[in-house]
């Protein structure tokens, strides 16, 4: 009896503590009858509020091309370290999760220097922050990627398929990915909630995105800024909620 | 399909300073079968692989049909391999999974449902690796593999993770089907009852070589070295000595698989050339009996040594622990230690 109060008692603080800035932000955000529809009218955003539109883009083009980059990097290396250099998968491992022990205002000053040859060699464009975010999200990607490569016999896999006639390519795309896809799903939407939610890197390096516009706009007009980070926090909470359900069922049929 | 001629030579495989293989020659002939037997670490995996292309020999070279493949990359030699582990693609059925190599190779597909056909699965052609038992996925990769036409069949001990009833019935369908389709193959086991029942040649390995390629009656009844004689089948070692072309063990005289030089030596004779029959006045007496089903063996003490015969399961109850026995031995060759 005593342990079920306890869990209640701890369900409730926890949930009050998490729900209630969440209701707060709802309530303020429906202070002006204004600022939802707003929302969901494009054209009459991206007039009134042009920096919002321009961070808005700016992250979604971010998220999109960090998780093609990391994708692009991470699948064949962590394949060909599993296939070829299995000696190196420790040290693989803890060069992807370097960046998770080292705070990001550290990452920033080590970026600054790197960054104003980026600003002179292909200029000052927010999507230049892709690369930054590649590396930022590394930890994450790179043990759900391994995870998906641990649950089949790559190996043995890339091997009948080079028997049966395929090369390197066809390998990876034909018998490696789509046996790893849940695991190449979760990589991605972790990439995304992680890049729609960065801060600090754009904000220092003096870039715009979501984030950063959500900051800006907070100093002028509180309740539209309020709905943006809410709808955002959601986003990420849906992108989350499929990433599980998509794990589950692929579980389901495993088995 | 005929098959090809293939010839491995003089390879060598070092890992570090351990010698995986030592020098290996073997030259399988068009549509032999050829089973290469030895303990695990003996290099006959290895030799298998350099043959796929999926390992890089030290040295030597790999001939197939009288060209160098050496170099030639896993996935443009095209050989055919059944896997030890489930090799199957999860996310394909099992008539993608054999189609998989024909559409590599733009060949018709009509072939992988005769493929299926032909490994007696043609029912289960929609579906998936995880709804087939173990031994139908072996079938599966077997269709797979034979779908493209290789021109060798490569088959890394794809019996092993099977249980013995399933294992003996794939074993006599491989044969089978190799038999129909002529593709030259090679067949790694360390199941020597299995190299035994299915190769036209076994090659017995030993730390990177060949200790003997021969007949699967010939490697049993006459082996070559100790090792063989010792790998294949259970042998007794029975001292004895040798005079002349004989070796003469127990008080039989038998005769000798390679001449030898004379004097006390170990000879290795197998339980069914040992015979016991009860008889009050011997000297040797039954230790235990096992019974195996239609034969048993009896462990006999004689003196100072230990002597396993075979007997039929019907003569066990005349046979029981204690009885005064006397061992009799046929002249068949034997190899000594």
Not at chain 1, 48 to 65: D, M, R
Not at chain 1, 86 to 106: D, G, M, S, Y
Not at chain 2, 99 to 120: H, I, K, N, S, W
Not at chain 2, 192 to 199: D, G, H, K, R, Y
């Amino acid at each position: 009896m005593a342990r079920v109060i306890f869990r209640w008692t701890v369900l409730t603080v926890m949930g009050v503590f998490f729900l209630l800035p969440l209701i707060a932000m709802v309530e303020f955000s429906t202070r002006d009858p204004e600022t939802w529809p707003l929302l969901l009218d494009w054209p009459r955003l991206a007039e009134e509020y042009p920096a919002l539109a321009e961070g808005i883009l700016a992250s979604l083009a971010q998220a999109a091309l960090t998780s093609v980059l990391m994708l692009v990097l991470l699948v064949p290396t962590a394949i060909w370290v599993r296939l070829r250099l299995p000696r190196l998968r420790r040290v693989v491992e803890f060069l992807c999760l370097l960046p998770l022990t080292i705070p990001a205002i550290v990452l920033v000053v080590g970026l600054a220097p790197v960054y104003a040859w980026v600003n002179y060699l292909i200029g000052g464009s927010s999507l230049t922050l892709v690369f930054a975010y590649t590396i930022l999200v590394l930890p994450y990607a790179y043990r759900a990627i391994d995870t998906g490569l641990s649950a089949i016999d790559v190996r043995t896999l890339a091997e009948a398929a080079r028997s049966l006639g395929a090369g390197w390519t066809t390998v990876i795309w034909r018998v490696v990915l789509p046996n790893i896809r849940s695991a190449v799903l979760s990589a991605a939407f972790l990439t995304v909630a992680l890049v729609l939610g960065e801060f600090t890197i754009a904000s220092l390096l003096h870039r715009t995105n979501l984030q950063v516009a959500i900051e800006f706009l907070g100093k002028s007009s509180a309740t539209v800024s309020v709905a943006v980070s809410l709808t955002a926090l959601l986003l990420a909470f849906a992108l989350l909620l499929v990433l599980s359900l998509a794990g589950s069922s692929s579980k389901e049929r495993r088995s | 399909m005929t098959g090809v001629a293939v010839k491995l030579e003089g390879l060598r495989r070092t890992f570090g300073t351990v010698h995986a293989l030592d020098d290996l020659d073997l030259a399988i002939e068009p549509g032999e079968l050829i089973a290469l037997l030895g303990p695990s670490g003996c290099g006959k995996t290895t030799a298998l692989r350099i043959l796929a292309g999926l390992e890089d020999a030290t040295a030597g070279r790999v001939l197939v049909d009288g060209k160098d493949v050496t170099r030639l990359p896993a996935n443009r030699r095209g050989m055919g391999m059944v896997f030890q582990a489930y090799s199957l693609f999860p996310h394909l059925t099992a008539a993608q999974n054999v189609e998989f190599g024909l559409r590599l190779r733009r060949g018709p597909l009509t072939r992988a449902a005769e493929m299926l056909d032909l490994v007696g699965l043609s029912g289960f052609a929609k579906r998936y690796p995880h709804q087939l038992s173990g031994g139908q996925q072996q079938r599966v990769a077997l269709a797979r593999a034979l779908a493209i036409e290789p021109r060798v069949l490569l088959l890394d001990e794809p019996l092993s993770a099977l249980d013995a009833k399933v294992r003996v019935q794939l074993r006599d369908e491989i044969r089978r089907i190799q038999t129909e389709v002529g593709t030259t193959t090679l067949f790694v086991t360390h199941d020597q009852e299995e190299a035994l029942a299915i190769a036209d040649r076994v090659g017995v390995m030993r730390a990177g070589r060949l200790e003997q390629l021969a007949t699967p009656s010939e490697v049993y009844l006459r082996p070559a070295t100790a090792f063989v004689a010792d790998f294949v089948g259970l042998s007794n070692r029975l001292s004895g000595s040798v005079n002349g072309d004989v070796v003469e063990v127990l008080g039989a005289r038998l005769p000798l698989v390679t001449p030898h030089a004379g004097g006390a030596v170990t000879a290795l004779v197998r339980p069914e050339a040992v015979d016991v029959v009860p008889d009050p006045e011997a000297t040797a007496t039954v230790l235990t009996s096992s019974f195996l089903g239609s034969t048993s063996r009896v462990t006999v003490s004689v003196g100072e040594q230990v002597v396993v015969a075979q007997v039929p399961s019907g003569r066990l109850p005349e046979l029981p622990a204690g009885t005064r026995v006397r061992v009799t031995i046929q002249p068949v060759a034997v190899a000594l230690e």
